[in-house]
């Protein structure tokens, strides 16, 4: 099942070039969906490795794709929320709004076919994660669906999730969920393409874009480094692996689960 998950694409070195700026330190968290578990040991681990680093303004950023799939998103949701509030000068936590974040959105306002969508990439996890129950999912149509989602999604966790962001900047980097389109610039990108694009962007061939782009969205069984992308979503839910890149000066390391 893991190898029908996760796309195959053979890695090359990681560039040295790009770079945060001085007294800075970041780290990039991959595509969590509903694994608290790995998201509680990630988070320890960066928590951890930061402090042994010593002094510097560290942000956290979350590429995307929290919920969905895995057993715990209401958990993962609740726990960022909880991550969020010591959100300080020194610390900042930043969010990306992922595709599975839209569709969760969406079919919360009452979108029929994202409610559709929902249901087919991973969203009955979701609605068990936050207490429908298995019965009452199985027997529910549609619109019994909506009504029960509007009943069980606290508003706090809506709004958590659509104050997210659909890119972030630092020094040499962006930071998206799916990627973007080579061929526009960086400030013209389409909310689309930053949260759904897939092979235009992967399979790109002309070198390092405006910005070296870390996302998530398209899970491998390793991290991929390219020469204008750096993706991270190691399929956390089925792999057991969650990975965070770290950043800080030209320096770029991996933090994983498992």
Same mark, same amino acid.
């Given at each position: 099942?893991?190898?029908?998950? $996760?796309?195959?694409?053979?890695?090359?070195?990681?560039? +040295?070039?790009?770079?945060?700026?001085?007294?800075e330190?970041?780290?990039?968290?991959? #595509?969590?969906?509903?694994?608290? #578990?790995l998201?509680?040991?990630?988070?320890?681990?960066?928590? !951890? @490795?930061d402090?042994? /680093?010593?002094?510097?303004?560290? *942000?956290?950023i979350?590429?995307? =794709?929290?919920? @969905?799939?895995?057993?715990?998103?209401?958990?993962v949701?609740a726990?960022l929320?909880?991550?969020? =509030?010591?959100? *300080?000068?020194?610390?900042?936590?930043?969010?990306?709004?992922?595709?599975?974040?839209?569709?969760?959105? +969406?079919?919360?306002?009452? @979108? !029929?076919?994202? $409610?559709?969508?929902?249901?087919?990439? %991973?969203?009955r996890? *979701?609605?068990? +994660?936050?207490?429908?129950? @298995?019965?009452?999912?199985e027997?529910?149509?549609?619109?019994?669906?909506?009504e029960?989602l509007?009943?069980?999604?606290?508003?706090?966790d809506?709004?958590?999730?659509? !104050?997210?962001?659909?890119?972030?900047?630092?020094?040499d980097?962006?930071?998206?969920?799916?990627?973007?389109?080579?061929?526009?610039?960086? #400030?013209?990108?389409?909310?689309?393409?930053?949260?759904?694009?897939? =092979?235009?962007?992967? =399979?790109?061939? %002309? %070198?390092? $874009?405006?910005?070296?782009?870390?996302?998530?969205?398209?899970?491998?069984d390793q991290?991929?480094?390219?020469?204008?992308r750096?993706g991270i979503?190691?399929?956390?839910?089925?792999?057991? /692996?969650?990975?965070?890149? !770290?950043?800080e000066?030209?320096?770029q390391? $991996?933090?994983?689960?498992?």
């Open positions: 099942m893991i190898a029908k998950l $996760l796309r195959s694409r053979r890695a090359a070195a990681a560039p +040295s070039s790009p770079a945060v700026p001085e007294g330190r970041v780290y990039a968290v991959g #595509d969590v969906h509903g694994r608290l #578990d998201l509680d040991e990630l988070v320890a681990k960066i928590d !951890g @490795d402090g042994a /680093r010593g002094p510097s303004r560290t *942000t956290l979350f590429l995307g =794709d929290l919920v @969905d799939r895995g057993p715990e998103s209401a958990g949701v726990r929320r909880e991550l969020a =509030d010591t959100s *300080t000068v020194a610390r900042r936590i930043r969010f990306i709004h992922g595709n599975h974040e839209e569709i969760f959105l +969406s079919a919360l306002e009452g @979108d !029929g076919s994202a $409610l559709r969508m929902f249901c087919r990439v %991973g969203g996890e *979701t609605a068990l +994660s936050y207490g429908v129950s @298995d019965p009452v999912y027997r529910s149509d549609y619109a019994e669906l909506a029960l509007a009943q069980h999604v606290p508003a706090a809506r709004e958590f999730m659509a !104050g997210f962001e659909d890119m972030i900047t630092i020094g980097y962006a930071f998206v969920h799916a990627g973007v389109e080579p061929n526009t610039p960086f #400030d013209a990108q389409s909310r689309r393409h930053l949260r759904w694009i897939r =092979d235009s962007f992967l =399979d790109h061939r %002309g %070198g390092m $874009l405006e910005k070296m782009v870390v996302h998530g969205h398209t899970p491998t991290v991929e480094f390219r020469p204008h750096i979503d190691t399929g956390a839910y089925a792999s057991g /692996r969650l990975t965070a890149l !770290g950043l000066g030209t320096e390391w $991996l933090l994983q689960t498992g």
